[in-house]
Every structure is written in C-alpha cells, then in structure tokens.
C-alpha cells in the first residue's frame, strides 16, 4: 500500500458499496493512496442497509457482477437466477477480502462536510466522530438509492406498535407471527416485502397510493448444467452487456412492435413475459418511445394480471392507469399478485381514501380506522440528489453543491459537477445509474475516473473540473433524451416526483451504458474536452 504524504491521501472514496469497492480496488492498481470511508458497520452499501424480506436483485446474478477479473467471474458461483440480498452481501464481502480492501476502509465514519481549497488543490472532510481527513480526489461513490424517504405522516411518531423501514431493515428479521400488519408503499421494495410478509403474518395490509407494474421472476436456481454454459459464454455475454442499453445481453426484437403482426407480437411479449422481470420493458425498441406500442405492451400485462388476481373488486386497484408501462422501473416480483388471493390480504387504495394520520394503534384514512402491531415503511429514497445534497460539499471559493443544484442538478457526463475541482461522483445524476446494471455502469465510471487521476498525476495538472458550459450543455441533451421517451411521464423518483418540493426534472441519462461508455471514450481520446485541467504553473492546460 502507498502512503499518504503530509497527511494528504492521493484518493478519497466516500462509501464502501459496490462502486466503492471498485474504487479502492482500481486506485491501488493505480498505485494511489487511497482511504474509503463508510458510514455503516460493513461494505456492501444498498445491500447491506435493504435486508428487508424478499430482498432481491432485479438483474440475473450472473450479470450482476463484477467483470474485472476473470477468476473471480468463474470461481463466484451464483446459487440462484437471481440471487438474494444475503448472497450478493456474501459475494461483496467476498470481493472486500479477496482483493485486500478492507485495511483501506473506515467504518462508522459517516461524512458530514467537504470543503475544497484551491490554494491547496486539496479536499478537507470531516466525519460525524469528528475527525478529519485531507485528499486532492474525492469520489462519492455514495449511491444513487441511498437517503431514505420517510413521509412525514402526521401523527407518525405517535404510534405505539413496532415500525420496519425496508431501506433500514434491522440485522435480526423481526417476526410477523400472529400479528396485524401495515405496508405503505407500492414500490419494487413493497413489492417484494408483501408475499413474504403476507406467509407469516396474521393479517396484512397493504396501503397503495400508486399502483405499480410488477412482472414475475420466473427465479430458479442455477444448475452445473447452466454453470457450464455460463463459463464458456461470459466473455461474449459481458461484450454483449458493454455495449447494451442496460447492461445485460438480451436483445430487443429486431422490429418495432408497431411494424409486426398481432400474433408477432403477442409472441414477443409471452417470451420476455417469460424471461421474467423488468426485462419485459426491453420487448420492442418502441416500446419506451411510442405511445402505441407501449399500449400494446400495456394491455399484454394487464390481461395477465386479470388472470392472476382472484378478487374482481381488487383487480382494477391493482392495475396502473396513469403512466405507461416501464415509465417507472418495472419491479420484480415472486408471487406479489397472488398474495391478494390470500384471505389474510387486504389492499386500501389511497388515491380512494388517502391517509389522515397514523394514530396510536393504527393508521386512520378518509374512510377508516385500522389497527396494527406493525407497520413496515416501504416510501423509497430521495434518489440521486438527496444523499450529495445532505452533505455541505463546498467547491472552490467556498460554492455550495445545494445552492449550484437548487433547481436541478447539473453534472457532466454525471460525473464532473463545475466549480467542484478533483471532485467526481459515480452513479450520480446525468449517467445511465439505475437505468442500467449498476455493476457494469460501477466498473466503467470508476475505470474512467482514475484513469483521468491517474493523467493529471502524470502530467502535472493540479485541479481538474468541468467547465460549466459543457456541464449545461449535457444536461440539457440528458433531458432532451429523456422528453424523446416515454420515461417522464410518470411521477416517479427519476423526475423526483416522490420529494415534495424537488425540482421537476429528468436526472437519469437515458442513452444506454453502450452509447455512453463511447461518448465517454471519445471525451477522453479529445484530450478530456469539457473539463478545464489546470497544472501546476496555473496554467489552463485543456
Ligand atoms: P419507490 O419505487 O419510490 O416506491 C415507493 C413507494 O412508496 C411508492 O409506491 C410510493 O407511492 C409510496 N409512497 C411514497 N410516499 C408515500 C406516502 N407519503 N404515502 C403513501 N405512499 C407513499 O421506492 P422502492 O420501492 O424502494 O424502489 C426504488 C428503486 O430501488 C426501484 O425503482 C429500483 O430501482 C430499486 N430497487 C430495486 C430492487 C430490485 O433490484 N429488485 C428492489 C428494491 C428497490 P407513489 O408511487 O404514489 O409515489
């Protein structure tokens, strides 16, 4: 390991999950000094904090899942298509050991300030136990899903029985045995925690303000035979998720779903119906782009659900009508329809009879009072923005990142943020994030990030940082890719409908992994055009 000189790391990282790890990892390659600070007990970030029941990737194991080194590909052996919130803690922990990264971490070191001095070309951060760490790169790689949103219910804190939050799942699983419980929240957490709640649990019920699109897994454990198959085709299979929208190898159909037959396409959706999951949203290339062949995709998964659900009465509440499908991530689910066949299930649709309060024993709604041991909060977080914006984060001449993003955030290529020298963030707002697989997207960011550190320690260049002309030039194009979609359309947490009082504004780049790791290489090979890089003698460099 190098040593820091004269107390200054040469890499901070903010945040030991899967893109901190990787972090760590590339800067020692690099052979920089680096130090991670973590604000909880152990690595693994998003999967260390949701271990709520149910808890699953939505993305098949076998590509989620770091691809930088070959042994660990083929050595890691996934029990499951799509593996469980303990084994993929399991896989990450594994990763942290294997690879020596843990003597580079600090736990419980939860970053409160970071301060940027440009006479230094040095970051200054401090920690909620009050101490105090100096680097010249920072890297919050601090998640795109990490600040929790919990609604501010009147009446919330007077409640008297026992509250779960999915994103704060305690280490040992209480016990719904016997008991009456509340999940509010409708989301892909929701979604999973109801079935198994539901098995246990003397009655369950759910509060739905939005009803959500939910595809089954169709999850199955993978065999020797599929282990065999796997190993032989990772190379190609990895090659194929590079260059795809969201970093998985299967393909769209070749046409239109507004350009083949009826029985062409009801085929189509049947088989992706049948791979499972949000890879449903990736039937057609239209499907996203064309109101008509989202509708067609629409009433293919409605006529599904009315398969499923027993109750005529629950039917409707359960099928969305007010956002297309996939305008919000499509969740997925083992047995979350079904659970409303349970005699023990009960769904109260807020849109209907919206929550008045939470009282002592319960929850009371415009239309009822009802009563409960437990109620489980499953409102998501406060996406992409809230974890940086909690943070005071100064850049040079003492700019506030709150004050820079108050009406919306304002990156380049997501990762550079103008006035912030030495600063970058992976998965924040203006990259592919949770648009893509977050491994994949995790690999190619850090990757680029420490090569464009590992440049300006090479050829002296003391501060690098966007220019703000291209920061609003990129966001601009990652919002008119957006308005070219059908993805702004739903009051979902890409558009931070979910905060009240969040700006409006789409924060995801929805071009795909493939085409963004290209325009990326391309900044690179122009001699890193839109970032001013400033060297030593103070003088523009670029
Ligand atoms: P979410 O999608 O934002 O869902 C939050 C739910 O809480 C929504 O149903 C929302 O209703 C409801 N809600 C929020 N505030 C409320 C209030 N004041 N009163 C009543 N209901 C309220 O959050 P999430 O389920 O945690 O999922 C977030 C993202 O995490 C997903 O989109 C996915 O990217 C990721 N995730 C992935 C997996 C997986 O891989 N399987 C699992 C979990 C999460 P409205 O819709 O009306 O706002």
Redesign the pocket.
């Known amino acids: 390991m190098r040593e820091h000189r004269d107390g200054v790391h040469d890499v901070l990282v903010v945040g030991a999950g899967v893109a901190g790890l990787y972090a760590i990892h590339t800067a020692r390659q690099a052979q920089l000094d680096v130090v991670c600070l973590e604000a909880g007990d152990g690595v693994g970030g998003t999967w260390y904090y ?1 271990r709520y029941p149910g ?5 098949e194991s076998i590509d989620y899942s770091y691809s930088f080194d070959d042994e660990l590909q083929r050595e890691w052996r996934w029990s499951e298509r799509y593996a469980t919130q303990p084994e993929i803690l399991a896989y990450l922990n594994h990763v942290a050991q294997r690879f020596d990264l843990l003597p580079h971490i600090r736990f419980r070191e939860r970053v409160e300030q970071a301060h940027f001095s440009a006479q230094e070309s040095v970051w200054t951060i401090r920690t909620a136990s009050g101490n105090t760490y100096r680097a010249r790169n920072v890297i919050f790689a601090t998640g795109s ?1 990490s600040t929790p ?1 919990i ?1 501010a ?1 009147p009446g919330a804190s007077d409640f008297a029985g026992e509250v779960y939050r ?2 704060q799942w305690p280490d040992t699983s209480p016990s719904f045995e016997g008991k009456r419980v509340a999940v ?9 925690t109801i079935p198994m709640v539901a098995r246990e649990a003397a009655s369950l019920t759910v ?4 009803a ?1 699109y939910s595809v089954p897994a169709f999850n199955r454990p993978l065999t020797d035979e599929d282990y065999k198959r796997i190993v032989r085709d990772y190379p190609e299979r990895r090659r194929n998720a590079r260059v795809s929208g969201g970093g998985s190898p299967h393909q769209a159909h070749p046409q239109n779903a507004t350009e083949v037959t009826a029985e062409e396409r009801r085929a189509a959706f049947e088989a992706t119906w049948r791979t499972g999951g949000v890879l449903f949203s990736k039937t057609f290339p239209d499907q996203n782009i064309d109101h008509t062949a989202n509708k067609y995709a629409r009433e293919f998964f409605e006529e599904k659900i009315r398969d499923i659900v027993r109750d005529p009465d629950i039917i409707d509440d359960l099928i969305p009508t007010d956002h297309p499908i996939g305008a ?2 499509i ?2 689910d083992t047995g979350y329809y079904e659970t409303f066949n349970r005699d023990n299930v009960a769904l109260v649709n ?1 849109r209907r009879e919206p ?1 008045e309060a939470v009282t002592s024993s319960g929850i009371r709604t415009r239309a009822a009072h009802y009563e409960f041991e437990v109620i489980i909060y ?4 406060d ?1 992409l923005t809230g974890t940086l914006q909690r943070i005071d984060i100064r850049g040079a001449g003492g700019t506030r990142l709150g004050d820079l993003w108050r009406n919306g955030p304002v990156t380049y290529l997501g990762m550079h943020i103008p006035g912030f020298p030495n600063m970058f963030v992976v998965n924040g707002p203006g990259s592919p994030a ?1 648009l893509a697989n977050m491994i994949l997207t995790s690999e190619q960011q850090v990757g680029w990030i420490i090569d464009l550190i590992t440049h300006c320690a090479q050829t002296g260049v003391q501060q690098v940082e966007a220019r703000r002309d291209s920061a609003e030039k990129w966001t601009e194009h990652v919002t008119e890719l957006a308005n070219s979609t059908l993805l702004p359309l739903a ?3 890409y558009v931070g ?2 905060i009240p009082g969040k700006p409006r504004t789409f924060m995801l780049y929805c071009g795909g992994l493939g085409n963004y790791t290209t325009i990326c290489e391309d900044v690179k090979a122009a001699g890193y055009e839109g970032l001013v890089l400033m060297t030593r003698s103070h003088q523009w460099a670029s």
């Open positions: 949701n808890c699953r990737c939505d993305v899903l949103n609604p219910l999915t994103a509010i929240g409708t989301g892909s957490s929701g979604i999973q509060f739905q303000r939005t959500n919000k991530r969740c997925t807020l929550i499953a409102t998501g977080f996406a949770v009051n979902s947490w409908a979910n």
